[in-house]
T-cell receptor, first 113, second 111 residues
């Protein structure tokens, strides 16, 4: 089983739609969780961290479910500029070291006009 | 603004050649990483370095070595390139937190 699993998509949604991605992780000792965004032919960039209580940044909401070992990303009112690949990232150790990040293979989103 | 640069965007090498990929960051970050990214497999950690001359193996170090002689520079070396090392190589750096800053990547093709 992969350490971090994501539905690869692609998700094709119209502008203004709400879309949600899930990601499951296998290591119950993981403490920190993130979503990175990767545009086509570009490098990944941090989108947001995922906290136990859930967190929101504008149109983006991230949730963590430790019992079921999954995290989610919800995008409301999708924009064309949201088209990208979204990478689920998990800190695999309990030490919290950045060098123990595991990246999912990504979920591709295309927002259509 | 953090800047991570990589020596080449595209590289074509022959099987058996020694290949050097260089990465430079301008933010005095302690930690630097080399990943490779392949379709369906995500980013996989090859090596990382948490200080000058210090390095640790990641998940897939076989066939690679690294060098960090100066804090700002982290080099990935393919001792004898093989076709299965054709991939996108991404360098990243971080001060010690979780936000890793990535370079633009080097797409390496080994023929």
């Amino acid at each position: 089983r992969k350490e971090v699993e994501q539905d690869p998509g692609p998700f094709n949604v119209p502008e203004g739609a709400t879309v949600a991605f899930n990601c499951t992780y296998s290591n119950s000792a993981s403490q920190s969780f993130f979503w990175y965004r990767q545009d086509c032919r570009k490098e990944p960039k941090l989108l947001m961290s995922v906290y136990s209580s859930g967190n929101e940044d504008g149109r983006f909401t991230a949730q963590l479910n430790r019992a079921s070992q999954y995290i989610s990303l919800l995008i409301r009112d999708s924009k064309l500029s949201d088209s990208a690949t979204y990478l689920c990232v998990v800190n695999r150790g309990s030490s919290g070291s950045a060098r123990q990040l595991t990246f999912g293979s990504g979920t591709q989103l295309t927002v259509l006009p | 603004d953090v800047k991570v640069t990589q020596s080449s965007r595209y590289l074509v090498k022959r099987t058996g050649e020694k290949v050097f990929l260089e990465c430079v960051q301008d933010m005095d970050h302690e930690n630097m990483f080399w990943y490779r990214q392949d379709p369906g497999l995500g980013l996989r950690l090859i090596y990382f370095s948490y200080d000058v001359k210090m390095k640790e193996k990641g998940d897939i170090p076989e066939g690679y070595s690294v060098s960090r002689e100066k804090k700002e520079r982290f080099s990935l070396i393919l001792e004898s390139a093989s076709t299965n090392q054709t991939s996108m190589y991404l360098c990243a750096s971080t001060l010690g937190g979780y936000e890793q800053y990535f370079g633009p990547g080097t797409r390496l093709t080994v023929t």
